[in-house]
């Protein structure tokens, strides 16, 4: 396992939060994400398969824009 932040931009109000943890949550690999609108990030427990860049592609698709965070 592993940890993955994301800072996502974009989202304006709940609701948008509430996208973007459901698109992250259905990634194969995803054990846990926990989106935040006020910090505008979202903080994934991912199993060690998972690529940093496909998250920020799944983000992407939900019509946000994300990038890692370091």
């Known amino acids: 396992m592993k940890t993955i932040t994301l ?15 459901s698109a992250l949550s259905q990634v194969a690999g995803v054990e846990v994400a926990d989106v935040y609108l006020a910090e505008k ?6 199993e060690d398969t998972v690529e940093a ?5 799944t983000v992407e698709a939900a019509g946000y824009q994300a990038t890692v965070s370091e």
């Open 7 to 21: 800072n996502v931009t974009g989202m304006s109000c709940e609701g948008c939060a509430n996208s973007v943890k």
């Open 53 to 57: 860049t496909d998250l920020v592609g």
């Open 41 to 46: 990030k979202a903080v994934l427990e991912v």
